[in-house]
């Protein structure tokens, strides 16, 4: 991985996006569906790309939406649907096109009060609130982000019924009609002017923050956090909870900072990531570098990506925790310190996930669920309460209310921070002296994931993957255990493969946003030998795709 010269500083002026070019390019591109890389596409979570490369413009969202509709219809889904964005400077046109074709179907819509800015989790907790107990007239949503992407993506994701990511059932089916919608010009698709939108009978306001706010003492620990008087830090990165931290603060009664409540779509705030280009990315001590200076003001310190999906925990003790070792203290903590979760419910985790998570599980006498990467493969287990703890070490995760009860079944960064505020109240360390303790007993962790560029025909190459390609018996001096292409926890193919020795392992997997694949490793020997598992793993990966 080359790192940029940038990485780690003030984002220059002349990378900032230009926002009114790109506003003009959502517009007046047009999408060509013979052009791949211009067609909806549906990766991990939503269909992302940049008006710039047509990717991402306003017929796309036209006709996604129209496809939802169409899909609500056939699912007999007719409750309200929830429709939020974040920050990014396409998601305000998206949400524009999305409730112009919404009200044109007749779908009643639950838009944010002062067209407020919305985190994923807050759709996810909406809709489960409203669909508690109910057996008709069930809710669902759409939530307008791409992320922690650049500033110049845009990204749109449905979540049905069950509050979390729509499986790839759901999104094949919306993908295939909306790209035979744009085929077909946009002929079919149902579309109302947006002042008329606004004004029709379908078309509500709710109060997603003061909702979401006002639970939050149902699945942390918020007296306790309050009583120890703990000195808190947030950077919300100029998301979509830049407004929810002062209300939480407020309503607790938390000796909470909010560091910057600066919205700007350039993300000229930011520090430069690793390539040299800003993305909002909490788990990146390059995009992080403003929150890791003022961590000796705070006792602790967190960040939230630009959809609020994402956490970043800085420890005075430690700086920023790397995402595999605060799920490993997460987990480590949480099955110890709620006495009415079921003691039969599991760990969930991704193939890419850190093994100590594992070691943790172990110890705790808990089942562990290893799935593929994507949060969809952990709503289930959310929503039935077998699943206690959910991770995945891009730093999301969510987990369930002190009472068992469903949470969230997406992504949740504000719990997971809070979480660590929780943790520093009740055990007197932060997470980070957690962390050491849990190396103490376990053995020292040393992982990294480097991201190589892959043409779109090489990435489906990387996702067919068998073992059989796989023509070594030796990883990193240890001979390979097993190699796998399909997920323990549930038999799901991992898109790419992972290959295990005692000491250490290997996965490999084509990126589902952007032209990359991801190499993950992680050694419990040193770090020689964890740069060792990543030379064999590239030299493993680019025979396998020569020979293909």
Not at 300 to 311: E, K, S
Not at 414 to 421: E, G, R, S
Request: charged share 20%.
């Amino acid at each position: 991985m080359n790192v940029s010269p940038l990485a780690g500083k003030p984002a220059p002026r002349d990378i900032l996006v230009n926002v009114p070019r790109l506003i003009t390019a959502y517009y007046k591109e047009v999408p060509d569906p013979a052009v791949p890389s211009q067609r909806v596409a549906f990766g991990t979570s939503g269909h992302r790309g940049s008006a710039f490369d047509a990717a991402f413009n306003e017929w796309h969202i036209l006709a996604i939406t129209q496809g939802i509709c169409e899909y609500r219809k056939k699912q007999g889904t007719d409750g309200p649907l929830f429709l939020g964005m974040d920050t990014h400077a396409l998601s305000v046109p998206a949400l524009v096109s999305a409730l112009e074709v919404l009200a044109a179907n007749g779908v009643d819509v639950m838009l944010a009060e002062k067209d407020e800015y919305t985190p994923t989790p807050a759709i996810s907790h909406a809709i489960l609130t409203y669909n508690r107990n109910r057996k008709s007239g069930l809710a669902d949503g759409i939530v307008i982000t791409p992320s922690h992407n650049p500033p110049e993506s845009g990204g749109f994701k449905y979540n049905p019924t069950n509050g979390g990511p729509a499986d790839t059932t759901v999104t094949g089916w919306i993908e295939a009609r909306a790209n035979e919608l744009m085929e077909q010009g946009l002929r079919d698709v149902r579309r109302v002017p947006y002042e008329k939108a606004l004004r029709s009978a379908t078309t509500h306001r709710h109060d997603y923050l003061n909702a979401y706010v006002a639970d939050l003492g149902n699945v942390i620990d918020m007296a306790a956090i309050r009583d120890s008087k703990v000195r808190l830090g947030v950077d919300p990165l100029g998301g979509a909870g830049v407004h929810y931290w002062a209300p939480i603060a407020e309503h607790y009664g938390l000796d909470l900072t909010v560091v910057s409540d600066v919205v700007d779509p350039t993300f000229s705030f930011m520090t430069v990531d690793w390539d040299g280009r800003i993305r909002m990315d909490p788990s990146s001590p390059y995009a992080m570098q403003r929150l890791i200076g003022l961590k000796d003001r705070f006792d602790i310190a967190f960040a939230c990506d630009t959809d609020h999906d994402r956490h970043g925990v800085v420890a005075r003790s430690t700086g920023l925790l790397p995402p595999n070792h605060y799920l490993a203290v997460s987990a480590f903590y949480l099955f110890q310190n709620r006495p009415h979760w079921n003691p039969e419910i599991a760990v969930g985790k991704t193939v890419v996930s850190s093994q100590m998570i594992d070691r943790v599980t172990a110890k705790l006498g808990r089942k562990l669920y290893e799935v593929p990467v994507g949060f969809k493969w952990f709503v289930d287990g959310l929503i039935d309460g077998s699943l206690g703890f959910v991770g995945e070490e891009s730093a999301g995760a969510t987990f369930l209310r002190t009472d068992g009860s469903v949470w969230t079944t997406d992504k949740d960064g504000l719990i997971p921070a809070l979480l660590a505020a929780e943790i520093t109240a009740r055990v007197g360390k932060d997470p980070g002296e957690v962390y050491r303790g849990l190396t103490a007993e376990f053995g020292e962790s040393f992982s990294d994931r480097v991201d190589a560029r892959a043409t779109p025909a090489e990435k489906k190459l990387l996702a067919k993957l068998s073992p059989q390609q796989v023509k070594s018996r030796d990883l990193a001096g240890e001979t390979i255990q097993s190699i796998l292409t399909k997920a323990p926890g549930n038999g799901a193919a991992i898109g790419g493969l992972k290959v295990i020795a005692e000491k250490g392992w290997f996965a490999a997997r084509p990126s589902g946003t952007e032209d990359i694949y991801k190499i993950y490793a992680e050694s419990f020997r040193d770090a020689k030998h964890l740069q060792q598992l990543i030379d064999e793993a590239q030299k493993i990966v680019s025979a396998a795709l020569a020979g293909s």
